[in-house]
Nanobody, 120 residues
């Protein structure tokens, strides 16, 4: 079993910053990639940022230059530094991980989500 636990969400004024954290635990042999997605009310879940095992990053155009994804020293932890937050960033943010559990078993797991609310 694999678990992803997020933390760091909250309420912030426009222009402010927040840092989200996500820690993966459980039966993980290796990590292919981890990332962050978000879902605003009445909207589809969308990619925010991802980071691969090799350290390559990918960002949604709407967050480029404002958000930074990084990995912790433990490699099973990923962070999302969010600067200059805007009301349109308000959403539930979900941690995502593509993991290999064994030679023949791999999959994608999701965290429970953490709410980020940006007031104008």
């Amino acid at each position: 079993q694999v678990q992803l636990v997020e933390s760091g969400g909250g309420l912030v004024q426009a222009g402010g910053s927040l840092r989200l954290s996500c820690a993966a635990s459980g039966s993980i042999f290796s990590i292919n990639a981890m990332g962050w997605y978000r879902q605003a009310p009445e909207k589809q879940r969308e990619l925010v940022a991802t980071i691969t095992r090799g350290g390559s990053t990918n960002y949604a155009d709407s967050v480029k230059g404002r958000f930074t994804i990084s990995r912790g020293n433990a490699k099973n932890t990923v962070y999302l530094q969010m600067n200059n937050l805007q009301p349109e960033d308000t959403a539930v943010y979900y941690c995502n991980g593509d993991f290999v559990q064994s030679l023949f078993k791999a999959g994608t797991w999701w965290g429970q989500g953490t709410q980020v609310t940006v007031s104008s």
